[in-house]
């Protein structure tokens, strides 16, 4: 299981912005397909973005699609989520995720489901208020 690191949660109000980071300590970002999950109490895990290895490929799940960006910086071993107009339904501890495969693979389309990664942080918590 790999190790992963996410920051930048908090509490923001309705309409605010947040940015989150996940950094892979000790491994190569660039060798893998990253993702963003979310989970809210009482609910399932759920997708939220993804990007390929180089960063040339992005997918969004519909919910936050115009208001997320995922982004990465690999010589930072850093991927990042620009979260703007931030809702109450965006309450959640959000989660980084690696590729299962380990390696850099070319998808035509990139995953969105939960058991296509790896997680190994703690996650970050994102509260929105109303």
């Known amino acids: 299981q790999v190790q992963l690191v996410e920051s930048g949660g908090g509490l923001v109000q309705a309409g605010g912005s947040l940015r989150l980071s996940c950094v892979i300590p000790?491994?190569?970002?660039?060798?893998?397909?990253m993702a963003w999950f979310r989970q809210a109490p009482d609910k399932e895990r759920e997708f939220v973005a993804a990007?390929?290895?180089?960063?040339?490929?992005?997918s969004y799940a519909d919910l936050v699609k115009g208001r997320f960006t995922i982004s990465r910086d690999n010589a930072k071993n850093t991927v990042y989520l620009q979260m703007n107009n931030l809702k109450p339904e965006d309450t959640a501890g959000y989660y980084c995720?690696?590729?299962?495969?380990?390696?850099?693979?070319?998808?035509?389309?990139?995953?969105?489901?939960?058991?296509?990664?790896?997680?190994g942080g703690q996650g970050t918590q994102v509260t929105v208020s109303s």
């Open positions: 000790g491994r190569t970002v660039s060798r893998r397909v």
């Open positions: 990007i390929s290895c180089d960063g040339g490929k992005t």
């Open positions: 995720a690696a590729d299962r495969q380990g390696y850099c693979v070319r998808y035509s389309a990139l995953p969105q489901t939960r058991s296509d990664y790896n997680y």
